[in-house]
């Protein structure tokens, strides 16, 4: 079982509005993944949701991706030090142990991703609940070496993992 609340039987009931206002942080600032993706019910469970979601992103215009992607913040960016997160990044960074670092490692990460942002043109996005501090800091300098073609696919593949682990915590899976 996982940790969420709802079941898929749950979900597949809710009207729009109500889908969308549940599932649209999912996606972060991207609720017009959840509106498009409540025409793909019924839902057969937690990695069916999961799968049609991320359908839909893959489905979406060049634009859109970049739009999703660049909605994500730099990881110990300005936003987290202000607390403009939203909830979910701010639990996400937190777990991960970017919060209360050091002078010194908040300018590492303001190095690393002003760098990253210069290459690419778009935040850094790692599922920071799969990885620490070290490891994120360590996939920086790695990443960099990427073509953008090949970060644009990566930062996708990671907002996936991060959706699938944010559905987790709404969503109870069936045995």
């Known amino acids: 079982m996982s940790r969420g609340c709802r079941t898929i039987a749950a979900v597949n009931a809710m009207g729009r509005a109500e889908f969308v206002r549940e599932f649209g942080p999912v996606f972060e600032h991207s609720p017009w993944i959840a509106q498009r993706g409540w025409d793909r019910r019924p839902f057969l469970s937690l990695a069916d949701l999961h799968a049609k979601l991320c359908d839909v992103v893959r489905e979406s215009s060049a634009e859109e991706q970049m739009a999703l992607i660049r909605a994500h913040p730099d990881l110990v960016g300005r936003m987290a030090r202000e607390g403009k997160l939203t909830a979910e990044s701010a639990r996400e960074q937190s777990a991960a142990g970017l919060t209360g670092l050091s002078a010194e490692e908040i300018e590492r990460f303001e190095r690393h991703n002003a ?51 944010r559905l987790m915590d709404l969503i109870e899976e069936s045995a």
Not at 129 to 145: S, V
């Open 115 to 165: 760098e990253y942002r210069g290459k690419f043109g778009f935040p850094f996005v790692i599922c920071a609940r799969e990885n620490r501090k070290d490891a994120i800091l360590a996939a920086f300098p790695r990443r960099l070496r990427n073509t953008v073609e090949e970060e644009i696919a990566t930062a996708l593949a990671e907002i996936f993992k991060i959706a699938r682990l």
